[in-house]
């Protein structure tokens, strides 16, 4: 991998682990006293969508593709579309 590739990932990467960061901060400020329940679950499947989404789209609907993109079964990127109303 090229040094400008890596420092791309690397950016990236970084970018969206501040947003998720923010975006929990917001949420248990949101919360306020009230005690949070299920936080790894609804993280998860709340940016597992979009992931899929995107993935999906640049591989141009090869679910193949998309699933080696993501680095997972072909059958649990089928899950998952499923589980997201995707398919």
């Known amino acids: 991998m090229s040094r400008r590739a890596f420092l791309y990932q690397t950016m ?25 329940t299920n936080v790894y679950d609804m993280v998860v499947f709340t940016v597992e969508r979009p992931i899929l989404e995107v993935v999906m789209a640049r591989a141009e609907g090869n679910q193949s593709l998309a699933a080696e993109m993501l680095g997972i079964n072909r059958n649990t990127l089928r899950k998952k579309l499923q589980q997201h109303g995707l398919l």
């Open 12 to 36: 990236s990467k970084d970018n969206i682990q501040d947003v998720v960061k923010k975006s929990l901060e917001k949420y248990f400020k949101d919360l306020g006293e009230l005690q949070p």
